[in-house]
């Protein structure tokens, strides 16, 4: 059964350090979000993408964190300079819209460690 | 502002009871409501979606209500089993359109079914 995946599982990294987290979403999929989930928290939505730009991002995607789509399997959430705060796990999900409603398929998520 | 409120504290039951979690949400009418699984350390599964205009839907053990009146959801899981113990996230479809939908997901509710 096809599935996203992510890597690396887990990204130690210092603050103010940039990182990249990498996807792979579902080769027959159109729409790619990321979502991210702090320690104890809810899941919360980040951005999504459609046809090479951004559709829709949250309050919390602002101007540190972008992404790309590369190539044709790979989709990449970048933060330029991390915080403390950025600390959490970062899902990627991808769906097809070809109904009224989009269900979404999740990675395993990225755990992303600042120190 | 949109607000989902799901259960805050943790339900345990006995395994074959069945577990009843609730969702309600504030402030606006959703065209859908979504509801995923999330177990530990891992990205959310989809699993049930209900449309405003249906009063109940079932899926194998789970069935969901959607009361629009009351901006109520109800998630049951029938005859429950130790594997079912996870955290259930209700998602009703945010207001507005956008070309690829975000999810907003409530906070979840933890369940534990206990042997």
């Known amino acids: 059964e096809p599935e996203v995946t992510q890597t690396p599982s887990h990204q130690v990294t210092q603050m103010g350090q940039e990182v990249i987290l990498r996807c792979v979403p579902i080769?027959?999929?159109?729409?790619f979000y990321w979502y991210r989930q702090i320690l104890g928290q809810k899941v919360e939505f980040l951005v999504s993408?459609?046809?090479?730009?951004?559709?829709?991002k949250s309050e919390i995607f602002d101007d540190q964190f972008s992404v790309e789509r590369p190539d044709g399997s790979n989709f990449t959430l970048k933060i330029r300079s991390t915080k403390l705060e950025d600390s959490a796990m970062y899902f990627c999900?991808?769906?097809?819209?070809?109904?009224?409603?989009?269900?979404?398929?999740f990675g395993p998520g990225t755990r992303l460690t600042v120190l | 502002s949109q607000k989902i409120e799901q259960n805050s504290e943790a339900l345990n039951i006995q395994e074959g009871k069945t577990a009843t979690l609730t969702c309600n949400y504030t402030n606006y009418s959703p065209a859908y409501l979504q509801w995923y699984r999330q177990d530990p350390g891992r990205g959310p599964v989809f699993l049930l979606l209900i449309r405003e205009n249906e009063k109940e839907k079932r899926k194998e053990r789970l069935k969901v209500t959607f009361d629009t009146t009351l901006k109520q959801s109800l998630f049951h899981i029938t005859a429950s089993q130790p594997a079912d113990s996870a955290t259930y996230l209700c998602a009703p479809r945010p207001p507005g359109y956008s070309s690829a939908s975000k999810i907003i997901f409530g906070s979840g509710t933890r369940l534990s079914i206990r042997p």
């Open positions: 999900a991808s769906s097809v819209r070809d109904r009224g409603f989009d269900e979404q398929f």
């Open positions: 993408f459609y046809n090479n730009e951004i559709s829709e």
């Open positions: 080769s027959n999929h159109l729409y």
